[in-house]
């Protein structure tokens, strides 16, 4: 799989622009400060270089992206029936 492999669907942070591709992934990575870089984030970085080199799936590196840039979220695919469809961890409803 090649750096500019798309999503499924761009990433929006709250800040800067939409991760679209694995390149985008990286850069997003690259430009966090220190104080938000942990073994987490080098695990990320090192799934989505893996992923670019056809040694990892793409949706699951998307998935740890979209963890990374929104924190814990419910997938509007897999939220159980009867529940809304994006629920944040320790948000109140």
Known sequence: MPWN???IKPIVPAKGRPIA???DALDYI???PPSEQ???TQEIADAV???AQGRGPLRVTEVRMVRLV???VAIA???PAGQP???RRGSRS
């Open 21 to 23: 591709t694995l390149k």
């Open 38 to 40: 942990s073994a987490i």
């Open 85 to 87: 469809a994006m629920v």
């Open 77 to 79: 695919d897999e939220a």
């Open 49 to 51: 270089e893996m992923a």
């Open 30 to 32: 690259s430009a966090l």
């Open 70 to 72: 929104h924190g814990p």
């Open 5 to 7: 492999s798309r999503f």
